[in-house]
Structure formats: structure tokens, C-alpha cells
């Protein structure tokens, strides 16, 4: 489940290092990003971005942003470094009410404390 939440900017490979989010114990860590996956994350991260490149121009590209952060930053639901490092195949359209999305993470946030 870490893997499927893991975010581009999450991927370090200078420190090669990669930033685990609400993992085990709802808690952030760093891990070693091994020196035989580094090549082949950076060019399947390097598709990743054709892909995303285009589902903007196709009007897509979104991601769903922790908490309220898309309403702090507007433009970070669609920036490069929010992206899922494994995307899913088919594009997919929020359809939950904001107000619903918002309890969510506030429960979240509140267990977190």
C-alpha cells in the first residue's frame, strides 16, 4: 500500500532515499532507495510524466491531495512532483462532495494527534 501512495517528490535519488507518508504506525520515514532500482524507477518515472504531460493537455492530470491542501495550493493537484509515482491505467474522476472528502481528513488528521 506504501508503494501505491508514493508521490514523485517523495522519490530522493541524490540522497537515494525515498519518503515513506502515514506508513506503518501513521507515521513518516525515510528508506533506502536501492542503487539497482534507481535506473529503472527514473525511467518509468520518465513515462510517467509523458502520460501525465498529456492527460493535462487532455484536460486530466489531478491527483487527489492530502487533506486541504489543494484548497491552500490551487495548482498542486496538477503539478509533476504531486503525482503518484505508479498511476493507475484507466483516468478517474472524484465523484465524493468536497464537504465528504473534508470529514475524511479531518478524521485522519485527528487520529495523527
Given at each position: 500500500?506504501?508503494?501505491?501512495?508514493?508521490?514523485?517528490?517523495?522519490?530522493?535519488?541524490?540522497?537515494?532515499?525515498?519518503?515513506?507518508?502515514?506508513?506503518?504506525?501513521?507515521?513518516?520515514?525515510?528508506?533506502?532507495?536501492?542503487?539497482?532500482?534507481?535506473e529503472?524507477?527514473?525511467?518509468?518515472?520518465?513515462?510517467?510524466?509523458?502520460?501525465?504531460?498529456?492527460?493535462?493537455?487532455?484536460?486530466?492530470?489531478?491527483?487527489q491531495?492530502?487533506?486541504?491542501?489543494?484548497?491552500?495550493?490551487?495548482?498542486?493537484p496538477?503539478?509533476?512532483?504531486?503525482?503518484?509515482?505508479?498511476?493507475?491505467?484507466?483516468?478517474?474522476?472524484?465523484?465524493?462532495?468536497?464537504?465528504?472528502?473534508?470529514?475524511?481528513?479531518?478524521?485522519?488528521?485527528?487520529?495523527?494527534?
Amino acid at each position: 500500500m506504501e508503494c501505491l501512495r508514493l508521490r514523485v517528490q517523495d522519490v530522493d535519488f541524490g540522497r537515494n532515499g525515498i519518503i515513506v507518508r502515514d506508513g506503518k504506525g501513521v507515521k513518516d520515514r525515510i528508506t533506502m532507495l536501492p542503487e539497482l532500482l534507481k535506473e529503472p524507477l527514473r525511467q518509468h518515472i520518465v513515462k510517467v510524466k509523458s502520460v501525465h504531460e498529456s492527460d493535462i493537455k487532455d484536460g486530466w492530470g489531478y491527483v487527489q491531495m492530502p487533506c486541504a491542501l489543494d484548497r491552500k495550493y490551487p495548482n498542486a493537484p496538477r503539478d509533476w512532483r504531486w503525482q503518484w509515482v505508479f498511476p493507475q491505467e484507466k483516468r478517474w474522476k472524484n465523484t465524493k462532495p468536497v464537504s465528504k472528502v473534508v470529514i475524511i481528513c479531518m478524521r485522519l488528521f485527528c487520529k495523527k494527534q
